[in-house]
Protein backbone atom coordinates (compact mmCIF):
# COMPACT_ATOMS: atom_id res chain seq x y z
CA UNK A 1 0.00 0.00 0.00
CA UNK A 2 1.56 3.24 -1.13
CA UNK A 3 1.62 5.53 2.54
CA UNK A 4 3.27 8.67 4.25
CA UNK A 5 3.20 9.25 7.98
CA UNK A 6 4.78 12.20 9.09
CA UNK A 7 6.15 12.44 12.62
CA UNK A 8 8.06 15.33 14.50
CA UNK A 9 5.79 17.64 14.54
CA UNK A 10 5.20 19.51 18.32
CA UNK A 11 5.12 22.69 20.45
CA UNK A 12 8.07 24.73 20.07
CA UNK A 13 9.43 28.09 21.04
CA UNK A 14 9.62 31.51 18.61
CA UNK A 15 12.88 31.21 16.97
CA UNK A 16 13.23 27.40 17.59
CA UNK A 17 13.86 24.54 14.80
CA UNK A 18 12.44 21.47 14.58
CA UNK A 19 12.68 18.62 11.88
CA UNK A 20 9.83 17.12 10.28
CA UNK A 21 9.68 13.23 9.09
CA UNK A 22 7.82 11.47 6.43
CA UNK A 23 8.24 7.64 6.46
CA UNK A 24 7.13 6.31 2.70
CA UNK A 25 5.89 3.12 2.01
CA UNK A 26 4.73 1.09 -1.38
CA UNK A 27 6.84 3.51 -3.31
CA UNK A 28 10.32 5.14 -3.73
CA UNK A 29 11.28 8.41 -2.66
CA UNK A 30 13.92 8.85 -5.01
CA UNK A 31 11.75 8.07 -7.80
CA UNK A 32 9.74 11.29 -7.23
CA UNK A 33 9.11 15.34 -6.62
CA UNK A 34 8.02 15.25 -3.32
CA UNK A 35 6.60 17.90 -1.36
CA UNK A 36 5.54 19.53 1.90
CA UNK A 37 2.48 21.32 2.20
CA UNK A 38 0.81 22.92 5.13
CA UNK A 39 -2.02 24.18 6.35
CA UNK A 40 -2.85 26.32 9.15
CA UNK A 41 -5.44 26.25 11.45
CA UNK A 42 -8.76 26.89 10.07
CA UNK A 43 -7.12 28.03 6.56
CA UNK A 44 -6.30 26.52 3.19
CA UNK A 45 -3.50 24.92 1.73
CA UNK A 46 -0.06 26.70 1.15
CA UNK A 47 2.33 24.69 -0.63
CA UNK A 48 6.38 25.04 1.16
CA UNK A 49 8.92 22.86 -0.79
CA UNK A 50 9.35 20.29 -3.36
CA UNK A 51 12.54 18.74 -3.94
CA UNK A 52 13.53 16.97 -7.19
CA UNK A 53 13.78 13.24 -8.06
CA UNK A 54 17.46 13.43 -8.45
CA UNK A 55 18.28 15.63 -5.04
CA UNK A 56 19.90 17.90 -6.46
CA UNK A 57 17.41 20.91 -6.05
CA UNK A 58 14.48 22.29 -4.07
CA UNK A 59 12.08 25.32 -4.44
CA UNK A 60 10.58 27.07 -1.60
CA UNK A 61 7.75 29.78 -1.16
CA UNK A 62 10.04 33.19 -0.35
CA UNK A 63 8.45 33.31 3.04
CA UNK A 64 10.56 29.67 4.43
CA UNK A 65 13.07 30.55 1.79
CA UNK A 66 16.70 30.74 4.30
CA UNK A 67 14.61 28.76 7.04
CA UNK A 68 13.46 25.49 5.70
CA UNK A 69 15.24 22.85 3.94
CA UNK A 70 13.47 20.64 2.04
CA UNK A 71 16.02 16.78 1.89
CA UNK A 72 15.47 13.17 1.80
CA UNK A 73 17.58 9.81 2.75
CA UNK A 74 17.14 7.18 0.03
CA UNK A 75 17.85 4.16 2.65
CA UNK A 76 15.14 5.43 4.86
CA UNK A 77 12.92 6.15 2.32
CA UNK A 78 12.07 9.17 3.96
CA UNK A 79 11.48 13.07 3.59
CA UNK A 80 12.24 15.46 5.93
CA UNK A 81 11.79 19.28 6.63
CA UNK A 82 14.19 21.05 8.64
CA UNK A 83 12.69 24.53 9.83
CA UNK A 84 14.54 27.06 11.84
CA UNK A 85 14.11 30.57 12.79
CA UNK A 86 10.45 29.65 13.79
CA UNK A 87 7.45 31.91 13.84
CA UNK A 88 4.26 32.34 15.63
CA UNK A 89 2.71 32.37 11.44
CA UNK A 90 4.01 29.07 11.48
CA UNK A 91 1.92 27.19 12.83
CA UNK A 92 0.50 24.60 10.98
CA UNK A 93 0.02 21.41 9.85
CA UNK A 94 2.49 19.88 7.69
CA UNK A 95 2.05 17.40 5.04
CA UNK A 96 4.36 15.55 3.23
CA UNK A 97 3.00 15.21 -0.54
CA UNK A 98 4.24 12.82 -3.44
CA UNK A 99 4.00 13.63 -7.14
CA UNK A 100 2.10 17.14 -7.59
CA UNK A 101 -0.64 15.73 -4.97
CA UNK A 102 -0.98 12.22 -6.00
CA UNK A 103 -0.60 10.98 -2.10
CA UNK A 104 -0.69 12.75 1.28
CA UNK A 105 0.75 11.68 4.55
CA UNK A 106 -2.33 12.41 7.87
CA UNK A 107 -0.06 15.62 8.70
CA UNK A 108 2.32 16.99 11.74
CA UNK A 109 1.21 19.47 13.78
CA UNK A 110 3.62 22.03 14.57
CA UNK A 111 2.62 25.03 17.23
CA UNK A 112 4.93 28.24 17.16
CA UNK A 113 4.07 29.89 20.59
CA UNK A 114 6.04 30.83 23.96
CA UNK B 1 3.60 34.80 -7.55
CA UNK B 2 0.48 32.82 -9.84
CA UNK B 3 -2.46 34.08 -8.10
CA UNK B 4 -5.54 31.30 -8.29
CA UNK B 5 -9.04 32.92 -7.82
CA UNK B 6 -11.72 30.48 -7.27
CA UNK B 7 -15.96 30.99 -6.95
CA UNK B 8 -17.64 30.24 -5.63
CA UNK B 9 -15.91 30.23 -2.27
CA UNK B 10 -19.59 28.97 -0.30
CA UNK B 11 -21.49 26.38 -2.48
CA UNK B 12 -24.56 25.44 -1.07
CA UNK B 13 -25.84 22.53 -2.98
CA UNK B 14 -29.34 20.05 -3.04
CA UNK B 15 -28.83 16.63 -2.82
CA UNK B 16 -28.49 14.84 -6.58
CA UNK B 17 -28.54 18.52 -8.31
CA UNK B 18 -24.89 19.43 -9.98
CA UNK B 19 -22.20 22.29 -8.81
CA UNK B 20 -19.68 23.78 -10.79
CA UNK B 21 -16.57 25.66 -9.23
CA UNK B 22 -14.21 27.93 -10.90
CA UNK B 23 -10.75 28.69 -10.52
CA UNK B 24 -8.59 31.31 -12.79
CA UNK B 25 -5.44 31.88 -12.80
CA UNK B 26 -3.40 34.84 -13.07
CA UNK B 27 -1.14 34.01 -15.65
CA UNK B 28 -1.46 30.91 -18.30
CA UNK B 29 -0.73 27.56 -16.94
CA UNK B 30 0.26 26.05 -20.36
CA UNK B 31 3.90 24.53 -19.28
CA UNK B 32 6.99 24.59 -21.56
CA UNK B 33 6.65 21.09 -22.21
CA UNK B 34 3.43 21.27 -23.75
CA UNK B 35 1.27 20.21 -20.43
CA UNK B 36 -1.25 22.00 -18.32
CA UNK B 37 -0.84 21.66 -14.43
CA UNK B 38 -3.97 22.47 -12.99
CA UNK B 39 -4.97 20.01 -10.09
CA UNK B 40 -8.31 19.81 -8.17
CA UNK B 41 -8.21 18.39 -4.58
CA UNK B 42 -11.28 17.51 -1.98
CA UNK B 43 -10.39 17.91 1.62
CA UNK B 44 -13.42 16.28 3.87
CA UNK B 45 -13.65 17.69 7.73
CA UNK B 46 -11.02 16.07 9.63
CA UNK B 47 -9.13 14.43 6.64
CA UNK B 48 -5.90 14.62 4.83
CA UNK B 49 -6.69 16.42 1.23
CA UNK B 50 -7.18 14.02 -1.59
CA UNK B 51 -6.65 14.39 -5.63
CA UNK B 52 -9.24 14.33 -7.92
CA UNK B 53 -8.31 15.69 -10.93
CA UNK B 54 -4.59 16.20 -12.60
CA UNK B 55 -3.18 17.95 -15.48
CA UNK B 56 -6.75 19.49 -16.02
CA UNK B 57 -9.46 16.56 -16.87
CA UNK B 58 -7.49 13.51 -15.95
CA UNK B 59 -9.59 11.47 -12.91
CA UNK B 60 -7.35 9.59 -10.54
CA UNK B 61 -7.63 6.43 -9.12
CA UNK B 62 -10.85 5.42 -7.41
CA UNK B 63 -12.77 8.38 -8.22
CA UNK B 64 -16.19 8.53 -8.91
CA UNK B 65 -16.83 10.06 -13.10
CA UNK B 66 -19.16 12.35 -11.71
CA UNK B 67 -16.47 14.49 -11.12
CA UNK B 68 -15.16 16.39 -14.25
CA UNK B 69 -12.41 19.17 -14.59
CA UNK B 70 -12.35 20.65 -17.95
CA UNK B 71 -10.53 24.41 -19.08
CA UNK B 72 -7.58 25.82 -20.84
CA UNK B 73 -5.02 28.90 -20.51
CA UNK B 74 -6.44 30.93 -17.30
CA UNK B 75 -9.81 29.49 -16.57
CA UNK B 76 -10.73 25.84 -15.49
CA UNK B 77 -13.79 24.26 -14.10
CA UNK B 78 -14.90 21.45 -11.56
CA UNK B 79 -18.05 20.34 -11.70
CA UNK B 80 -20.18 17.05 -10.16
CA UNK B 81 -22.70 15.96 -12.01
CA UNK B 82 -24.71 15.03 -9.22
CA UNK B 83 -23.87 16.28 -5.45
CA UNK B 84 -23.69 13.25 -2.57
CA UNK B 85 -23.83 13.74 0.71
CA UNK B 86 -20.21 12.57 0.78
CA UNK B 87 -18.96 15.46 -1.50
CA UNK B 88 -19.34 17.52 1.57
CA UNK B 89 -15.97 19.45 1.90
CA UNK B 90 -13.60 21.98 0.73
CA UNK B 91 -12.37 21.86 -2.66
CA UNK B 92 -9.09 23.28 -4.01
CA UNK B 93 -7.52 24.10 -7.23
CA UNK B 94 -3.67 24.27 -7.49
CA UNK B 95 -1.41 25.12 -10.15
CA UNK B 96 1.73 23.15 -10.59
CA UNK B 97 3.26 25.28 -13.87
CA UNK B 98 4.97 27.67 -12.28
CA UNK B 99 7.75 27.90 -9.50
CA UNK B 100 6.11 28.47 -6.65
CA UNK B 101 3.05 26.39 -7.00
CA UNK B 102 -0.05 27.98 -5.55
CA UNK B 103 -3.32 26.93 -4.36
CA UNK B 104 -6.97 28.73 -4.35
CA UNK B 105 -8.65 30.01 -1.46
CA UNK B 106 -10.55 26.43 -1.39
CA UNK B 107 -14.80 26.24 -1.96
CA UNK B 108 -16.44 25.26 0.72
CA UNK B 109 -19.40 22.53 -0.45
CA UNK B 110 -22.21 21.85 1.50
CA UNK B 111 -25.71 20.14 1.43
CA UNK B 112 -28.62 22.69 1.49
Redesign the interface.
Known amino acids: EVQLVESGGGLVQPGGSLRLSCAASGFTVSNNWMSWVRQAPGKGLEWMATLKPDGSEGYYVDSVKGRFTISRDNAKNSLYLQMNSLRVEDTAVYFCVRSGGAVWGQGALVTVSS | ?VVMTQSPLSLPVTLGQPASISCRSSQSLVSSDGNT?L?W?Q?RPGQ????LI?KVSNW?SGVPDRFSGSGSGTDFTLKISRVEAEDVG?Y?C?Q?TH????????TKLEIK
Do not use: A, I, L
Not at chain 2, 48 to 51: A, K
Open positions: DYNFQSPRRYDVYMGWPHTFGQG
